[in-house]
């Protein structure tokens, strides 16, 4: 994730996230589990264009991206400004900064809600580095990335630029070279899932799966065993919730996809395909089964 310097401001584009191994352990004090979990960036980007504000008021406008006929075409649910994580992101960098500049923000969203994809703590993660760049702050990205686990579990993780794994409750972050470039199908059906109740639902295991077989098939280019490998523990209980996840379990299985999952908590599924254009070939297919929106992405390290 990059900054962009504009003529009256900065941009910013904001990468969705799978997940190709999510393990979670114990329940920890403060509510949160442990987990383990391989995280990569993907390009599937949302929009942060942000300038300078003489009144000193912090403004957030979010929208979803035009449709082909120019009407905003609806992901799922916009969060009003007061409750955007952008906007508390904005809110508390100013206040640790001890600064009292004001900021405007554009966010044009293609990312969906509720999908596991990633798109608000993406978005809060590019709020930092677009007011940290336009204040002039100088902050480095370690200490973004301390406040930005204030914030959300994933969202050091976006600070980052590439692969990692994450644990902890998700805020500490090892990134992870070598794991090559991947082809993907990646699905949004019309109803998401509550992260909270996937996982108040979550059993985690004993003992728990560890992320390091799947690393070493990816840096070895191992395309057939990293099917065996693909692991989301959160899975089996967003079945219990979504009629959603075994459809497009099927419907990727179909496809002759070399392995699919789901994404993080949900809804959100994804298939790895052979190349590009098995890539653009599974996602036109289930474009044409309506089963929601349907992108066909690759990772980008």
């Excluded at 920890?28 to 987990?35: A, L, M, Q, V």
């Excluded at 942060?48 to 905003?72: E, F, K, M, T, Y």
């Excluded at 580095?129 to 902050?139: E, I, M, R, V």
């Excluded at 840096?219 to 009629?243: C, F, K, Q, W, Y």
Aim: glycine residues 10%.
């Amino acid at each position: 994730m990059n900054v962009h310097r504009l003529a009256a401001g900065v941009l910013v584009q904001a990468p969705a996230k799978v997940n190709l191994f999510f393990e979670a352990l114990a329940k920890r004090s403060d509510g949160f589990h442990e987990i383990e979990t391989l995280m990569v960036p993907i390009s599937l980007f949302d929009t942060l264009i942000a300038s300078p504000s003489d009144s000193g008021q912090v403004r957030v406008d979010c929208r979803w991206v035009a449709g082909v006929d120019g009407a905003a075409e609806s992901l799922g649910d916009l969060p009003s400004e007061h409750d955007n994580l952008v906007t508390r992101a904005l809110h508390l960098l100013r206040e640790r900064a001890g600064t009292a500049r004001g900021i405007h923000v554009s966010l044009i969203k293609r990312i969906p809600s509720a999908a596991g994809f990633g798109g608000a703590s993406s978005d809060a993660a590019a709020a930092l580095l677009a007011a940290n760049a336009l204040w002039s702050l100088g902050w480095p990205r370690a200490a973004l990335a301390d406040l930005g686990g204030e914030l959300g579990s994933d969202v050091p993780f976006f600070l980052g630029s590439s692969a990692a794994v994450c644990r902890g409750r998700g805020e500490r972050i090892e990134p992870v070279s070598g794991t090559g470039n991947l082809h993907l199908a990646l699905v949004r059906p019309p109803e998401g899932l509550s992260t909270a109740r996937v996982y108040a639902h979550c059993v985690p295991a004993d003992p728990p799966r560890s992320v390091e077989p799947l690393i070493g098939a990816l840096r070895a280019g191992d395309m057939r065993g990293i099917s065996g490998l693909l692991h989301n523990r959160l899975e089996g209980a967003a079945v219990t919730l979504s009629p959603w996840i075994p459809r497009l379990r099927a419907e990727l299985a179909a496809q002759d996809c070399l392995a699919a999952q789901m994404s993080g908590s949900g809804t959100g599924y994804f298939g790895i395909c052979r190349h590009a254009r098995h890539a653009d070939r599974v996602a036109r297919r289930l474009r044409a089964r309506g089963i929601g929106h349907v992108y066909a992405v690759s990772t980008c390290n």
